[in-house]
């Protein structure tokens, strides 16, 4: 059983559900490569009520045929679930448009997105701009 927030769109039972950026694997030659997870979704739960849909708003338990080995110790803690094909990218890294005021190349931040909180590096730096070299990829949308 997968929990979180559902913020948009409909879950239903039956419906088969990604999760991304899922299984991730860094290579020595090609970098950091992700796979997402694809499963069908079993029962969906919102406290001790069993649905057959579930809408945005609230926290709702997700049951798959995700191996249990790939949940454990909150591993999937940020990832997005959504519709096959209508889950965001998966970024390894961003850019922040704002005034960057004491930022250097090659700092070292903590960045929070969503629930999830990741390593980056401060990669190049302009009055109202910074690009941010991540340490994990993250599943987002722009802006």
């Known amino acids: 059983m997968t929990g979180g927030i559902w913020m948009q769109g409909l879950l239903r039972v039956g419906h088969i559900m990604e999760v991304r950026p899922g299984i991730t694997d860094k290579d020595d030659y090609v970098g950091v490569q992700c796979t997402q ?6 029962s969906l739960f919102a406290g001790k009520n069993k649905l057959q849909f579930a809408v945005p ?36 890294e961003l850019e922040k448009q704002r005034k960057v005021s004491k930022q250097t190349r090659s700092e070292v931040l903590m960045v929070n997105i969503g629930s999830m909180s990741k390593g980056a590096c401060v990669i190049a730096v302009r009055n109202d701009f910074a690009k941010l070299q991540l340490n994990a990829p993250v599943c987002t949308r722009n802006g």
């Open 37 to 42: 997870i694809l499963s069908r979704i079993t």
């Open 57 to 92: 708003g609230g926290l709702v338990g997700v049951g798959t045929f995700v191996d249990p080995a790939l949940t454990r110790a909150d591993r999937l803690v940020g990832q997005v679930l959504g519709e096959v094909g209508n889950v965001p990218d998966v970024f390894m």
